[in-house]
Structures are given as structure tokens and as C-alpha cells.
């Protein structure tokens, strides 16, 4: 009997969930987004007023619900997302996205003084305030820092460093994927922050071919002698980096120039498979990746006194029992992923990272970006999941200052720079 009711009350709950997604589905198609806005105001932040009782009584009953703690958060989440989706579709209305979003900024000051005479209604402001502390309203707030991103504002290096990391998000559509998008995402969600990822990394690499183009002829103006003012010629362009001049050039030499001899690390990406493909053993692929890594780490004390070591035993004690079997591509792309645990971070359950803080500071940011890029190279499948990794310590730091993670910083824009370089469409070889 018991059962019974349950199953019955979940049948009338999801009911109810249909009938408030259809309502906003409806809506957004015939409402502007100032209208839109002040609906989502009434019913989800004052609570009282909204002009459709039928509304009201379902958000009611979804509020009512044993489960409502857990999955109020979804619900709101998808109910912003029928709006954002649509609006999103208009240029002319995506500005109205972010100020949906800080909408709800409102509710924690609003939920303390609330009358508590009817329990269920009560009870709204209550799980409108828990959604504003849940990874589903993170990534909303992180969704209208990229849509109102102005890249002027962000390069300019004037920027105080005491904003939060956060606010960075905008410059790295890498993260995007992990960063705007949670578990409840839909299909049609997805597609979106694809598109916005789209939209932001070629942008971003017209960007800095022009800059690279524009300091190269500036570079051979100067050498001509000429006294004809470059400025006056051609118009200044902003390097559309965090990192200075010197940084970016060291970076982009690096990451499309020769690194070891005469080889690009595409070239030695290159060689490495191919000599892989003929691997007798896995345990014979190990000892050749870490002869393939070693190079990387330019500083031979560090290397010597502690790094080569760790690294070893790392490759060593990555599924052993397995040394014996014939190298196939599945072990490589598990050896990979395990090699970017050990490297950069492991999971958001244990966000331990010290080898990548080590690295960074005995290396430098171009360098262990130039290590974690050979590791891609020669297996593009773990790509998403180094993006991943980067993304866990964005989380981890996003709430920091600028100026106190400045290695993370200088580490995101390298790693920018070398999937941009290596994977993207920019072509700036001609810095070699």
C-alpha cells in the first residue's frame, strides 16, 4: 500500500514538472525576455502573485514532494534553460541571459525574512536558495560570465588581479564543456555550449594570428630603420593573451617551433606512434614513453634529483600485469589518462595536484604545458580528459584571486595556446 502511494505521488510530481516546463515552452515563444523575467521573479523569488494558479499549485506539489530537495535543483535548472535556449537563438536577446541568472541572486536575502504561516509555500524560497548553492547555478553563473565576456576588457592588462579566477572563464573554451554543462544537461544544451565553444576559440585564434602578424611586421619595420610611424600605418592591435610579450612569443616558439634538435613536437608526436606500432610489450612501450617524456624536463638537476624518478615508478606501476601483453591502442590511451592523474590533478575527490605545482615551478608554465602536449600529441582521445583535469583545478581555485594562483593562470593561457596551436586552425608556424 505504501509502494503504491509512493509510485502514484511520483507519477502526479512528474505531472506537475511537465506542466511547468510546457508553461515556460509556451511563454518564451510570445513573451519578450523582460516579461519572461518578471514571471520567473514572481513565482521563484517572491512566491506570490503569479497570475496562473494552475502554475503556482504545480510548483506547490513539486515542493511538496519527499524528493523535492534533491530534485528541485534540476527542475529550476531546466526551467532557466527553456529560456536561455531560445534566447540564445537571438543575438538580440542573449543579453537578457545573464540578468535571468542574476535573478536569483535575490533569493538568499528574501528566503531569511519570508513568512513561514503556509509550510509548503514556505518551503519554495527555502529550495530556490539550495539551487543557488548548487553545481547547476555555478555553471549558469558561469554561462553569463562567457556570453557577457568583453575581450577588450579582459586583455586589457589593466584588469585588477584581485578579481576571482573565475571570471577567467571566458578566455578558455577548452573548459567550457566542463565548466557550462552539468549532469542534468540536455542534448539540446550541449549543442549550444558546443556552439559557444565554437564561436569563442575561432575568435580567439583570429585574435592572436593578427597579433602574431602585427608584431612580426612591426619587428621587421624596426630593423628597416624606417621612420615612418608604425602606429600611424596600421592600427594597434592587443595581445589577447594574460601573458607578456616575451611569454607569448617563448610559448608559441615552443609549442609550433623545435624543441628537441631539429623536430616540432608534432614531428616527434609523429615518430614516437610509429615506432609504437611496432612495441613488442606493453612493458617495452613504458620504458620507450618515458625516453619519449624525459627530454621535456629541461632543468637536468630537477630532473635528476627527483622528477625522472617519480616518473619511472609512475609508467612502472601503471598496470603491470600487463608488461607482458602486446601494446595496443587501449593501453595506450589508459596509460595516457593515468599519466595526466599523476601530472596534473587525479579527480575533484582528490584534487591533490603537487606534481603539477612542482613542475610549474621548477620548469616553468611553456615547459610542463610542452610535457602535458606530448602526451596528447601522441594520443588525441585524452585530450578531453587533460581539459578535464584543467578544469578540476579551475574549480578548485575559482573562487581565488587572480594575483594568488598566478601559476594556474600562466599555466591556462600556455596550455590555450598549445591545443590552439596544435589542434585549432591557427597557423603561426612561420615563427619558426
Known amino acids: 500500500m505504501n509502494n503504491t502511494w509512493t509510485d502514484s505521488y511520483n507519477r502526479q510530481t512528474h505531472q506537475e514538472e511537465q506542466l511547468l516546463y510546457n508553461h515556460w515552452l509556451e511563454l518564451v515563444k510570445v513573451e519578450s525576455p523582460a516579461e519572461l523575467i518578471d514571471r520567473f521573479r514572481t513565482l521563484f523569488i517572491h512566491c506570490t502573485g503569479y497570475p496562473d494558479r494552475s502554475i503556482v499549485e504545480a510548483l506547490e506539489k513539486i515542493a511538496a514532494s519527499p524528493h523535492a530537495e534533491q530534485e528541485f535543483k534540476y527542475i529550476l535548472n531546466r526551467c532557466c534553460h527553456i529560456a536561455i535556449n531560445r534566447w540564445q537563438t537571438y543575438p538580440s536577446k542573449q543579453a537578457a541571459i545573464p540578468e535571468l541568472i542574476a535573478l536569483f541572486e535575490d533569493a538568499p536575502k528574501i528566503v531569511f525574512g519570508y513568512s513561514r504561516s503556509r509550510a509548503i509555500v514556505a518551503s519554495i524560497p527555502k529550495l530556490v536558495h539550495q539551487f543557488t548553492e548548487s553545481e547547476q547555478y555555478l555553471t549558469l553563473k558561469r554561462l553569463a560570465q562567457v556570453i557577457t565576456h568583453n575581450s577588450e576588457d579582459s586583455t586589457n592588462s589593466k584588469t585588477p588581479a584581485t578579481l576571482a579566477l573565475g571570471t577567467l572563464i571566458p578566455r578558455y573554451p577548452y573548459l567550457y564543456k566542463h565548466c557550462l554543462l552539468s549532469e542534468d544537461s540536455t542534448y539540446e544544451q550541449q549543442k549550444i555550449i558546443k556552439k559557444i565553444q565554437a564561436q569563442k576559440q575561432q575568435q580567439f585564434e583570429i585574435d592572436l594570428s593578427q597579433y602574431v602578424a602585427h608584431q612580426v611586421r612591426k619587428a621587421q619595420i624596426a630593423r628597416r630603420g624606417t621612420s615612418i610611424s608604425f602606429g600611424r600605418t596600421i592600427q594597434n592591435i592587443k595581445n589577447p593573451t594574460l601573458l607578456s610579450d616575451p611569454e607569448l612569443f617563448f610559448a608559441l616558439k615552443q609549442f609550433v617551433g623545435k624543441v628537441e634538435g631539429a623536430d616540432t613536437y608534432r614531428q616527434l608526436a ?163
Open 270 to 432: 609523429g615518430r614516437f606512434r610509429a615506432n609504437a606500432s611496432d612495441t613488442q610489450s606493453y612493458g617495452s612501450f613504458k620504458d620507450d614513453l618515458y625516453e619519449y617524456l624525459i627530454p621535456s624536463v629541461t632543468d637536468h638537476r630537477y630532473g635528476q634529483c627527483q622528477f625522472n624518478d617519480k616518473l619511472y615508478k609512475q609508467l612502472h606501476n601503471t598496470f603491470p600485469h600487463c608488461d607482458s601483453q602486446k601494446f595496443n591502442e587501449f593501453l595506450m590511451m589508459r596509460t595516457c589518462s593515468q599519466l595526466l592523474n599523476f601530472l596534473v590533478v587525479e579527480s575533484p575527490v582528490r584534487p591533490n595536484h603537487f606534481v603539477f605545482i612542482d613542475l610549474i615551478s621548477n620548469l616553468g608554465p611553456t615547459q610542463t604545458t610542452g610535457l602535458l602536449l606530448k602526451i596528447v600529441l601522441i594520443c588525441h582521445k585524452v585530450k578531453p580528459y587533460l581539459e578535464k583535469r584543467l578544469a578540476i583545478l579551475f574549480g578548485h581555485y575559482e573562487f581565488s584571486t587572480r594575483e594568488g594562483v598566478l601559476w594556474l593562470v600562466k599555466a591556462l593561457e600556455n596550455v590555450n595556446l598549445a591545443l590552439s596551436t596544435n589542434f585549432g586552425k591557427v597557423d603561426v608556424s612561420f615563427l619558426r
